[in-house]
């Protein structure tokens, strides 16, 4: 089969085509046809190197994808033949609580990720997908999808009134802005792109601030919110957001520490103003099998759409990663098989 590998070094010059023969799945094992799959930040993190330099390779990156069942092993009875199937990002976490253990299993580092014609999964990894989306649309789901589903719905509990602030206009921004939408929320966009803010009005955002041209974005969210601050805050740029965030923030309220944008390590956080506002800091890894089954109710009860930014053919992967570096996207970026 046609794949490509992370090999001999980091960097995208390090992402090569390559061949390997079909997998073969076990007993409790599901192979699957890719279709398409989605593109997230965190698969330019692992294929630079920084997300994990011990990393093992050749490695076949990108975690997220959309395929058909084509073959089962002879103990697997979840799925038949033809369904279509997401791979959830931690191979391991059905639900509850994550554990250490868990932390191994996700895809496209360490395990192989989808960027291949062909993958092998648990078929307790695997999720149906909403009938509605297209194969990039789902593709979009997995990381980006289930972690905004977790800040938002698990652990924002976002309720009608409540008012949101999401950064950017990258994957986990859009659908959090949708989710937060879907529960009533008053939801603030972030982006360095005038053109952008008005694109996420279109899907549903109140009120959008240029972090560019206004770098006090916290202070137009307290504005905005006659001086009470928002609920909760899905925080993505890390180094260059958090202190901000937290000014934004209302008493009692909560930020999801999802993403590290501009860095991960806060120079000048301050604990006195979180203990002042009683805030909560909820940090989000992803998320479990339940949630996205969840979520995959609420999208199909809802028939949403999740915001596709552009489509690459297989061939064009490698240009499809040096577009996400660019950083110009809107939403998804996919690749269709
Ligand atoms: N904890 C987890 O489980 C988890 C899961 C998924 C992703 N993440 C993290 O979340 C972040 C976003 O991931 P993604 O895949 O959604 O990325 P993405 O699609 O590549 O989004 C990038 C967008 O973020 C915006 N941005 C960049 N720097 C920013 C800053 N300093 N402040 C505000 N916005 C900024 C830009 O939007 P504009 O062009 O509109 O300015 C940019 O286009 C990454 O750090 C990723 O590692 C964490």
């Known amino acids: 089969m046609k794949t490509y590998e992370i090999q001999g070094g980091f960097g995208l010059d390090h992402v090569i085509a390559s061949e390997r023969p079909v997998p073969v799945p076990g007993p409790k094992d ?11 930040y965190r698969d330019l993190g692992v294929i630079e190197g920084f997300y994990n330099p011990n990393l093992k390779l050749p490695l076949i990156p990108v975690s997220d994808g959309v395929g058909e069942v084509v073959a089962l092993g002879e103990q697997a009875s979840r799925f038949k033949i033809g369904d279509r199937v997401s791979a959830i990002f931690t191979q391991s976490w059905i639900s509850g609580e994550p554990t250490q253990e868990g932390w191994v299993s996700t895809l496209g580092n360490p395990l192989d990720g989808l960027l291949a014609e062909y993958a092998v999964i648990r078929e307790e990894g695997l999720v149906r997908i909403p009938e509605h989306l297209t194969d990039e649309e789902a593709a979009a789901l997995p990381c980006a999808g289930v972690t905004a589903w977790h800040a938002i719905v698990e652990e924002g509990r976002v309720k009608a009134g409540d008012t949101v602030v ?29 053109e952008k803010l008005e694109r996420a009005k279109s899907l549903g955002a109140d009120f959008g601030v240029n972090y560019s041209s206004n770098p ?59 203990i002042l506002k009683k805030a909560r800091l909820q940090a989000i890894n992803v998320g479990s099998r339940d949630m996205f089954e969840a979520m995959n109710r609420a ?17 064009q992967a490698v240009d499809a990663l040096h577009y996400l570096a660019k950083g110009t996207h809107f939403g998804k970026i996919c690749i269709r098989f």
């Open 30 to 40: 599901v192979l699957i046809k890719m279709r398409a799959v989605s593109l997230n």
């Open 166 to 194: 999401v950064q950017g206009t990258g994957g986990v921004s859009l659908f959090a802005l949708q989710f937060a939408k879907l529960h009533g929320a008053n939801v603030i966009v972030t982006s360095s792109s005038n």
């Open 216 to 274: 006090d974005w916290d202070k137009a969210v307290l504005e905005h919110t006659d001086g009470r601050g928002a609920d909760l805050i899905v925080d993505l740029g890390g180094a260059a957001t958090l202190n901000r965030s937290l000014t934004a923030l209302r008493v009692g309220g909560q930020i999801s520490i999802v993403g590290i944008l501009s860095g991960a390590s806060v120079e000048g956080f301050n604990i006195v103003p979180a």
């Open 299 to 315: 999208i199909g009860q809802n028939t949403l759409r999740p915001a596709i930014d552009r489509v690459f053919p297989f061939e």
